[in-house]
Nanobody, 122 residues
Framework: QVQFVESGGGLVQAGGSLRLSCEAS????????MGWYRQAPGKQRELVAA???????NYADSVKGRYSISKDNGQNTVYLQMNSLKPEDTAVYYC????????????????WGQGTQVTVSS
């Protein structure tokens, strides 16, 4: 059974940085596309960053230049480095591994972990 375990969230002041980690179980990590999503209170879940199995990346306009997605196939872990954080980045962040990457967009598989809370104070 696939599991995603996100960690690394917390409370940070505006302008600060955090690095989120997501360890995924399963033997297909190396050949999988993956993405990071976030969901703020009262809003829909949105894709913020994606990475293909070959390492190509794509970002939402709202985080471009501030966030960086990377992965370690040996550790079955995908990371999200978040810099220059803003109060509007406050959300629960979720990873998703093994979905479909098509035309520059990642389409999540229908399975989610518990997420990790990121709170940015002004």
């Amino acid at each position: 059974q696939v599991q995603f375990v996100e960690s690394g969230g917390g409370l940070v002041q505006a302008g600060g940085s955090l690095r989120l980690s997501c360890e995924a179980s399963g033997s297909l990590f190396r050949t999988s596309a993956m993405g990071w999503y976030r969901q703020a209170p009262g809003k829909q879940r949105e894709l913020v960053a994606a990475i293909t199995s070959g390492g190509s990346t794509n970002y939402a306009d709202s985080v471009k230049g501030r966030y960086s997605i990377s992965k370690d196939n040996g550790q079955n872990t995908v990371y999200l480095q978040m810099n220059s954080l803003k109060p509007e980045d406050t959300a629960v962040y979720y990873c998703n591994v093994g979905g479909t990457y098509f035309s520059g967009t990642y389409y999540a598989r229908d399975y989610w972990g518990q997420g990790t809370q990121v709170t940015v104070s002004s």
